[in-house]
């Protein structure tokens, strides 16, 4: 595409508030944009739903809660919920992690697709410290203890100040369609925020229609 071509859709798409300019002249989305793309997101009923679950986890921890789900080989984070002089944390709405690294990509890695976990498990992993599960063994050894006890459990996987803990959230049909996380600091506390994450995971697994008694289907 032609420069002038450029030009002319970036004016057009300005006047229509589709977008805008940062004070340095940088394209940013605007806020039309934003609108429309809110409005058609297949995931806002599911963050309806999460929202007050989160709240009520934030105001037992204290720190980070989070709301995500699988998209490629990525977590993709929708909601966060943070409070001042919380611990460290690595991700950010919108932005993105690895599976094999986080709390929450474990738990979408666990009940992921077959072919997405042998795929991963085949290629390079990098260890952010050394308590990140990279190395195939490992790696495999920490998703059957995900699918096992129904949670995941992760000590400084990402940065060594903080710890994740993440619960799978369940749609109608049982499968897992999000991850619900904390991130708490990475001491002997942690552990105590385990109950009530289950609990709210639970609960938004249930106003979603998620089958109550059982963890859904295998995978």
């Known amino acids: 595409m032609r420069l002038a071509e450029l030009v002319s859709l970036n004016r057009m798409g300005a006047a229509h508030r589709f977008l805008g300019r940062d004070d340095d002249r940088r394209v940013r989305v605007g806020v039309r944009l934003w609108e429309l793309a809110v409005r058609a997101s297949r995931v806002l009923s599911l963050q309806d739903v999460a929202i007050p679950f989160m709240v009520g986890v934030h105001d037992v921890v204290g720190h980070h809660v989070q709301l995500s789900v699988l998209d490629g080989d990525e977590v993709l984070f929708l909601e966060c919920l943070s409070a001042p002089k919380s611990v460290i944390n690595c991700t950010r709405i919108a932005g993105r992690v690895p599976l094999y690294a986080s709390s929450s990509g474990l738990v979408l890695l666990a009940h992921g697709p077959a072919d997405l976990r042998e795929r991963l498990l085949a290629g390079p992993l ?94």
């Open 126 to 219: 990098t260890a952010y410290t050394p308590t990140t599960p990279a190395t195939r063994s490992r790696l495999r050894a920490v998703l059957a203890d995900v699918r096992k006890q129904g949670y995941a459990y992760c000590p400084g996987y990402v940065h060594e100040d903080a710890l994740g803990v993440a619960a799978p959230v369940r749609g109608a049909d049982g499968r897992v369609l999000a991850a619900l996380s904390v991130v708490v600091p990475n001491d002997a506390g942690a552990q105590a925020v385990v109950p009530a994450l289950r609990t709210a995971a639970r609960g938004a697994s249930r106003a979603l229609g998620a089958p109550t008694g059982r963890e859904g289907p295998a995978v």
